[in-house]
Each structure stands twice: as C-alpha cells, then as structure tokens.
C-alpha cells in the first residue's frame, strides 16, 4: 500500500484535521490544527477538504520517503521549505513523490506549527469522527516518531498552486470580553488592552502562558463552567493563561476575555518572546470576522500547476475574458 515513511520528525508532531467537533459537552477536548488557515492552505494544494487531517510539525523540520506509490504532497505554515528527492517546491505549490523519493520539510521561519498535506488523505481509523491527536486523552494517533508508517489512501496526482496566497490578518489580537469580565475593575481590564504582552516557553498544544502585568480579580470563589479554545483565564496569583486547541472544556478561574476564533490561527504561530497586544470587539464583529474568513477559504481556488486549465475556465463564470465572482450579500 502507498504510504509515507518517518525518516525523521521534531518533537510533539502528530496528525490534526479540522477537530473533534461536538463533543466538548462530554468533556472531550476539540483539538484539530493551531493553525487552521495554513492546515487549509496545505489540503486545498492537494485536492483535499481544507479540514483534512495533516501532519503538524513543531518548529523543527522532517523527512519522509513515499513508499508504495507516487504521493502528491504540499506543506504550508510561516517559512516552511518544502523538497521532494531534492528538489525545491515553491511556496503555494504541491508535488508528486514517486516511491523511494525523499519529502523533506525545513524549520519553520516566523512561526511554530507547519503542515504537511497527502493527496487522498491518511488512511487511519478516526476516533470521535477524527484523526486529531489529543496527547493527554489519547485520542487519534500516538505522537509521530522516527520508523512510523503512514498509510495514504490516494488521489490527486497532478500538482496544483494556488496563484494568490492567503495571509493572516495583522495587527492586534481580537478578543470578546468577559464572559467573566465583570471580575475585574475597569483599570484592571484596560491593562489587558494597554500592555504589550509574550508568551513564555511554558506554552503547548493546551495553553498559553502570557507575560505581562498581573491581572488582579476580585475576591471570590467562582463555580467551574465551560471554556473554549481562546479562554483567556487567570489564575488567583494574576497570571493569565490561553487555552489553546487541547485545552480543558472547563475550569473554576474567571476568564477575563475570549480571543475570536479566528485570530487563535495566527496567535498559535506567535513565537514565544514576540511581542503582541489585545483589541476588544463585539460578537457581532466577531461573527462577521467568522464569516469572512470562511468566505477567503472558500474562495481558494486552485489550479493545474503547468498552466491554465481550460476546462475548468470553461465552467467559470467569466464576463470579458475576467474571472468573476458573485456579489457578496
């Protein structure tokens, strides 16, 4: 069977796809990529479903070897290098691995998780409708070491690209305040907004640990309810720590703010000393936020990557020889 060979691999990869969605009211943590739009970017240049499960990479590069048969492959992530037997693959663009043709994947540049995408996807048995590692429950596939064998089910053999890279907004990180907010006085909560915050190297696949100024809530003991991947609680000493996409479905500490879902992509890839800060927004500007992004990952549209494909051309809806798109609402 066709499949792919860990020559070698960094600390903590694994495989992640789109979640483990609807299960956190059992308290079954989501997981699935930190970075969903690099995760997307990589599946789309192979023909997947953009939540198709990938091997995430962390900081470190790996090398592969197909085996079996050929293996269309795309990597994305900040700075990832992608090489097949050798060869250097351009940003934006898949390649076929023939059997006994080496994969590698540099570094990351800029970043913490890269992606590596198969054409067809791996060929593993889900577990709670999906392959996503969850270390600490032991959900999905054990970490990915030297010697494992991948299974890959097969699919795309034509390479593709994807003529415009999509990118992370800039700028602040985007949070709805509360739902705990009310915990803190006014001049607690501006300090959020105010400070220029890092994260220490405590940070993982669970959490986040920021470092800034402490954030002081009122006395109290407070019930233990649900948390989400971009809860931002703090700790009876002042210190905030984000959940990330393994992090516990509830906890007792009041959570001062919530980042929107969509910006947890890009502050997943922030590296531990950079420096960032907070914005709060409505839910309502965090939905439209939502539907924005969804919109950019539906409109990458990828292409045969040695020239235009006419027959697809055919089927656009083209006015004047202009690539069109229908009107947003």
């Known amino acids: 069977m066709t499949g792919l060979i860990v020559e070698r691999i960094g600390t903590g990869a694994s495989l992640q796809d789109g979640g483990r969605i609807g299960w956190r009211r059992f308290g079954i943590s989501s997981s699935g990529a930190m970075d969903g739009m690099s995760l997307a970017v990589a599946n789309i240049l192979v023909g997947n479903e953009p939540g198709a499960a990938a091997i995430e990479t962390v900081y470190a590069g790996a090398r592969f070897r197909a085996e079996g048969g050929p293996v269309m492959v795309a990597a994305a992530g900040p700075g990832i290098g992608l090489s097949v037997a050798g060869r250097a693959v351009m940003p934006g663009y898949s390649a076929l691995a023939e059997p006994g043709e080496d994969i590698e994947l540099s570094p990351l540049k800029g970043g913490i998780y890269g992606y590596l995408a198969v054409a067809g996807g791996f060929d593993l048995q889900p577990d709670m409708g999906s392959l996503s590692t969850h270390l600490r429950s032991g959900l999905g596939p054990a970490l990915l070491t030297a010697g494992n064998r991948l299974s890959v089910r097969g699919g795309r ?22 739902p705990q907010d009310d915990w803190f006085d006014d001049e607690v909560q501006a300090l959020l907004y105010g400070a220029d915050w890092q994260f220490d190297n405590r940070s993982d696949r669970m959490a986040r640990f920021l470092v800034g100024p402490a954030l002081a809530a009122r006395a109290g003991s407070m019930v233990s309810d649900g948390t989400v991947p971009g809860s931002i609680q703090v700790t009876p000493m002042g210190q905030p720590v984000l959940l990330m996409r393994d992090g516990q479905t509830t906890g007792g500490y009041p959570k001062i703010a919530t980042v929107i879902s969509t910006d947890l992509h890009r502050l997943s890839q922030i590296p531990v000393g950079a420096r960032f800060r907070f914005v709060p927004v409505s839910i309502e500007q965090a939905q439209a936020i939502a539907k924005a992004f969804a919109r950019t990952v539906a409109g990458l549209k990828p292409v045969p990557a040695g020239g235009i494909d006419t027959g697809r051309l055919w089927n656009e809806n083209l006015i004047s020889g202009v690539w069109s798109t229908p009107a947003e609402d």
């Not at 390479?159 to 305040?177: K, N, Q």
């Open 157 to 178: 053999m034509t390479p593709l690209t994807l003529p415009v890279l999509p990118a992370h907004d800039r700028g602040p990180i985007r949070v709805i305040p509360g």
